[in-house]
């Protein structure tokens, strides 16, 4: 696994403690198109092309199975939270339901963690059981995927459906990860049955698009009344600030 908080003061990605990767690779290229009209690949993947190709041996669109990975959070006494999984998405199609059942076996082992799942592939949440220390997120459309392009309202269609799906999930934790925050998302989010939600801005690198003002105003007044935590990503450029984490999370 890896540790998010670094000893150099580098928070890494702030909202877990470590990354934990039991099966790498994706086939969604998601890709996001700038406000300025530029369009940017999902950042796994340029990592896995640039500077991990030694990982990736047979691209970044095959799938690959660690199992000599699944171990390692049985491995790490103190509780943490673990993002699960940060270089692919576990609920991908192509991912055998073993691979994820024996992924969910040691989630239901390492009782004392909290488990982040985070996925795009949303129908897919329906054929598991989810122990309750695993909190179950999905991810605001990209721009593009599987090479094509989303419209703004098949984007917002899907944000539809993925809460929709959620609703029916029975675990103590649904979250959302806004990353970015790229239209007026909160009149969707009306009602939904998220436990906790991040926000985030839009990069390219080191540039960085913040959203609308009156975007992420409205998110928060909408989150705010229906008792959802909040958690801003460090690349927005928001006050007050909020890093917030569900109730449950304070036992960690
Ligand atoms: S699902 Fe995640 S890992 Fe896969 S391409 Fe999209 S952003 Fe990248």
Same mark, same amino acid.
């Given at each position: 696994?890896?540790?998010?908080? !670094?000893?150099?003061?580098? +928070?890494?990605?702030? $909202? ?9 690779? &994706?086939?969604?290229?998601?890709? $996001? ?8 690949? &999902? ?63 040691? &989630? ?47 984007? !917002?269609?899907?944000?539809? +459906? ?91």
């Amino acid at each position: 696994m890896n540790k998010q908080q !670094k000893p150099n003061g580098g +928070r890494g990605i702030e $909202w877990t403690n470590f990354t934990w990767n039991p099966v790498q690779g &994706c086939q969604h290229a998601c890709r $996001w198109e700038m406000p300025d009209g530029s369009i940017v690949p &999902c950042y796994v993947e340029v990592i896995a092309k640039r500077v991990a190709q030694k990982a990736y041996p047979h691209g970044f669109e095959h799938h690959y199975w660690n199992p000599q990975k699944l171990d390692e959070p049985l491995k790490v006494v103190e509780p943490s939270k673990i993002f699960l999984d940060s270089m692919s998405d576990l609920m991908g199609d192509w991912v055998p339901d073993e691979q994820i059942e024996q992924v969910l076996d040691i &989630c239901r082992q390492a009782t004392w963690h909290t488990f982040q799942l985070l996925t795009k592939n949303a129908p897919r949440l329906l054929e598991f059981d989810f122990p309750p220390n695993v909190w179950v997120g999905v991810s605001a459309p990209p721009s593009f995927m599987f090479g094509k392009a989303l419209s703004l309202n098949q984007q !917002k269609r899907m944000v539809k +459906r993925q809460l929709d799906i959620l609703g029916k999930l029975d675990v103590p934790v649904r979250w959302m990860s806004i990353e970015p925050l790229s239209f007026d998302i909160a009149p969707l989010l009306k009602g939904s049955p998220l436990e906790w939600a991040i926000i985030g801005a839009a990069t390219n690198g080191k540039r960085v698009y913040q959203p609308q003002p009156t975007w992420i105003q409205n998110v928060i007044e909408v989150l705010d009344e229906q008792g959802t935590a909040i958690f801003f990503k460090g690349n927005l450029d928001w006050t007050p600030w909020r890093e917030e984490f569900p109730e449950i999370a304070l036992e960690l």
